[in-house]
């Protein structure tokens, strides 16, 4: 479960809480209408007691002794009687006006059990009468008749007819609310990431669509970064590929124009045919070598593979392409040590990793001076091998490090005056090979001088 999950899950419970509290506040606030609408009878002790005297003297005694009663207690007292008397007819014995209202929620609470402030009594002469003590604020009648029908307006005004249905209706609206914005939420980047792969195959590799994401962290701001990269590493690729096919035009033109002036030469001077034949062959050798290289690399780079790996010992194989290419050093009075850790079975391609080896060692002794030294070490690291070559050149600056292993590429020719044979495929070369073997290559600079080649990779892939 990401982050995307987590940001919908809350936002579904926090929907939910909302449209929870909306409708408890709107169902409790229609029960509070309804229970202040039901409180206009007085409750409590001293209302109990004053029914329960009453209804005691009118059930043993009958009305004429309740009159005297009542009266007896007016002088006494000097106060109203609180208690309503009515009648079957809904008039009160004492004359006072009698709410239809207020009758009518007696009634209707005299069958509620747990109503005690209410009593129905029966006189000996068999007349049925009600009795109950309204609330203070609606003593009067005709105050009670307003109250009740201002509060009847604010009722229907707060809650409509459709009050059944309102809780459905909120719910309802609420989730629309909450997939219209989760659908939003989800869909406005997948619109940037569509509009982005449409104007990318449209062949404008500048696209990129995380700059529209904006500070979002989730699973779709993460697809977009990876569009971004990937964006970035096919422009890388095609900018690549345009320069090689610009590298190789280049390089084929040159040879291709010596023949085309081997061959005229022919033509004009036929006493140098012999002369003109050597030349001819020459730039041939050239081209073919050239076309080899190119086949090689676009072989490695298509994971084309005419090699099975097999254990070979590469201690071994390292030292065979040393003393190759002591012959060639000692020539430009230059030698090569070789510092190992002793045999190192390894599982690979050993033509592929021979001609890496080779490449590598052939270029640090094309930029080593002079009575110097190329140094081959060869050395494991927990699971890795690692093969580093080192030169006792001038080195190269560190910003062209990273452009030594594309094709074409010969750094520090021109400042060292050397004149470095190939076409600066050999790099290249090598670090797919290595890549092959799921390892790296790297080029550094030493404090001391001179630059180094490491390539590392592991022992068993």
């Known amino acids: 479960m990401g982050r995307l999950f987590w940001k ?6 926090l929907t939910l809480l909302i449209t929870g ?12 209408a309804q229970i202040e609408e039901l409180e206009m009878l007085a409750d409590g002790p001293r209302a109990y007691y004053s029914i329960k005297a009453l209804a005691r003297v009118l059930r043993s005694e009958g009305v004429e002794e309740l009159h005297e009663v009542i009266e007896h207690r007016g002088e006494r007292t000097r106060r109203p009687l609180a208690v309503m008397i009515v009648n079957q007819a809904g008039k009160d014995i004492l004359g006072r006006p009698v709410s239809p209202v207020m009758l009518a929620k007696a009634r209707e609470a005299l069958n509620d059990s747990e109503q005690s402030n209410i009593k129905q009594v029966i006189t000996p002469k068999g007349e049925q009468f009600l009795l109950f003590v309204p609330r203070r604020e609606f003593l009067n009648a005709n105050k009670l008749n307003s109250a009740h029908e201002h509060h009847k307006g604010k009722m229907k005004a707060a809650f409509p007819r459709f009050l059944p249905g309102l809780p459905l209706f909120i719910a309802l609206l609420g989730s629309l609310l909450f997939s219209a914005g989760l659908a939003w939420y989800i869909t406005q980047p997948i619109r940037h990431l569509r509009k ?15 700059h529209n994401i904006g500070k979002r962290k989730d699973e779709i701001a993460d697809l977009a970064m990876d569009f971004d990269n990937m964006a970035e590493q096919v422009q890388l690729l095609v900018a690549t590929q345009k320069r090689l096919l610009n590298d190789v035009s280049h390089e084929l033109r040159s040879p291709l124009a010596r023949l085309r002036v081997a061959i005229e030469m022919g033509r004009q001077q036929p006493d140098k045919s012999e002369e003109v034949t050597q030349r001819i062959e ?10 080899g290289e190119l086949l090689t690399l676009s072989r490695l780079e298509a994971n084309i593979q005419h090699h099975e790996d097999d254990y070979f010992d590469l201690n071994g194989l390292v030292k065979s392409i040393k003393d190759d290419a002591q012959f060639e050093a000692t020539n430009q009075n230059k030698q090569i040590s070789l510092h190992s850790a002793g045999e190192i079975l390894i ?9 890496a080896i080779e490449n590598v060692l052939r270029n640090a002794i094309y930029y080593s001076p002079e009575n110097t030294e190329v140094s081959i070490t060869l050395s494991t690291e927990d699971n890795d091998v690692i093969i580093t070559v080192c030169d006792s050149g001038r ?8 452009d030594l292993f594309q094709p074409f590429v010969r750094i520090n020719e021109n400042q060292q005056n050397i004149k470095i044979p190939g076409y600066g495929l050999g790099l290249a070369i090598a670090r797919r090979a290595v890549e092959l073997h799921c390892g790296e290559i790297k080029a550094y600079n030493q404090k001391s001088g001179g630059l180094c080649i490491e390539a590392r990779f592991p022992l068993n892939k």
């Open 8 to 13: 919908i899950f809350l936002s579904l419970w």
């Open 21 to 32: 509290g909306l409708v408890g506040a709107l169902v409790w606030q229609y029960n509070k």
């Open 196 to 210: 982005a792969t449409n104007q990318f195959a449209e062949g404008k590799l500048e696209t990129r669509v995380m």
């Open 282 to 291: 020459k730039e041939s050798q050239r081209l073919d070598e050239l076309v």
């Open 347 to 355: 599982k690979g391609s050993i033509e592929l990793l021979r001609r």
């Open 395 to 402: 080195g190269i600056e560190e910003e062209k490090l990273a």
